[in-house]
């Protein structure tokens, strides 16, 4: 009952920015969370961002300092700003919307997934 709807990827080389936004509609209500996961070839999948609904945040080790996740409210988005990238963070990135649970988090629905690529 979640749609996510993500893009802003694009070509950038070395050292610029991207800004990410994923736009979440339907059974709004039940999100606990969102975040930004990422996929490079040959790699399994990793956690870059999440921001939970009382505002925390938490960012992979790789990105900090350089990522930053936020919301807008009004608009039911999320965004990623992608700065200083490197090659090293090419990658199909993929929002999500978390439910949180006792014991875990559940992901209700995933974006289809926006290319990032950083030339060097």
């Known amino acids: 009952q979640v749609q996510l709807v993500d893009g802003g990827g694009g070509l950038v080389q070395a050292g610029g920015s991207l800004r990410l936004f994923c736009a979440a509609s339907?059974?709004?209500?039940?999100?606990?969370?969102m975040a930004w996961d990422r996929q490079a070839p040959g790699k399994q999948r990793e956690l870059v961002a999440r921001?939970?609904?009382?505002?925390?945040?938490y960012y992979a080790d790789s990105v900090k300092g350089r990522f930053t996740i936020s919301r807008d409210n009004a608009n039911n988005t999320v965004y990623l700003q992608m700065n200083s990238l490197g090659p090293e963070d090419t990658a199909l990135y993929f929002c999500?919307?978390?439910?949180?649970?006792?014991?875990?988090?559940?992901?209700?629905?995933w974006g289809p997934g926006t290319q990032v690529t950083v030339s060097s």
């Open positions: 999500k919307a978390e439910r949180k649970f006792p014991s875990s988090i559940v992901v209700l629905s």
């Open positions: 921001v939970t609904n009382s505002g925390a945040t």
């Open positions: 339907g059974s709004i209500g039940s999100i606990d969370s």
